[in-house]
T-cell receptor
């Protein structure tokens, strides 16, 4: 299947700093990418939909100024967690759409101290 | 978004066939049914997708009845490495294709 690369795999940062997570579709172009977060033992929760060249659409309850999403090209979307706090610690996962299928990145474990 | 209902957990033994049924009573005409597998600390992995009837690939089969209100993922001859969470998702691939994850089914395969 198609490959979606997500980096970094894990990151530890101090409270108040910003963290950027990259999501790349390696062998296909993705007009739409999605960002999820997952807490331990829970399911994935959709945070936002990212369309190339336009502003992201955020799900209810997700702060757009907190979680900045940029989808500047057909193969790259980035999620920046701004002024991270311990409650932002979570597993973040991206996915990219090709045709009728979605393929997911390997996830990023964010730990905010 | 169509809501899905799956069993919370299932236990099986190596070599057995595992069937997971998912209910999606309010599935829409343009919705596809897709199943994913997730291991701890990894992103979901695509298993199989279908629209109607039966779909089979090298790892699983997907059975969809005519009314499409449910679907069954069949994993033949499971092994210990098939222990994972399995998600059934329903989404409109002709639209923005937002997928809503339910709780998933934790499948535990024992020796």
């Amino acid at each position: 299947g198609a490959v979606v690369s997500q980096h970094p795999s894990w990151v530890i940062c101090k409270s108040g700093t910003s963290v950027k997570i990259e999501c790349r579709s390696l062998d296909f172009q993705a007009t739409t990418m999605f960002w999820y977060r997952q807490f331990p033992k829970q399911s994935l929760m959709l945070m936002a939909t990212s369309n190339e060249g336009s502003k992201a659409t955020y799900e209810q309850g997700v702060e757009k100024d907190k979680f900045l999403i940029n989808h500047a090209s057909l193969t790259l979307s980035t999620l920046t967690v701004t002024s991270a706090h311990p409650e932002d610690s979570s597993f973040y996962i991206c996915s990219a759409r090709t045709g009728e299928k979605l393929f997911f990145g390997s996830g990023t474990q964010l730990s905010v101290l | 978004l169509a809501k899905t209902t799956q069993p919370i957990s299932m236990d099986s033994y190596e070599g057995q066939e595992v069937n997971i049924t998912c209910s999606h009573n309010n599935i829409a005409t343009n919705d596809y049914i897709t199943w994913y597998q997730q291991f701890p600390s990894q992103g979901p992995r695509f298993i199989i997708q279908g629209y109607k009837t039966k779909v089979t690939n090298e790892v699983a089969s997907l059975f969809i009845p005519a009314d499409r209100k449910s679907s069954t993922l069949s994993l033949p001859r499971v092994s210990l490495s098939d222990t994972a969470v399995y998600y059934c998702l329903v989404g409109d691939a002709t639209n923005d294709y937002k997928l809503s994850f339910g709780a998933g089914t934790t499948v535990t395969v024992r020796a």
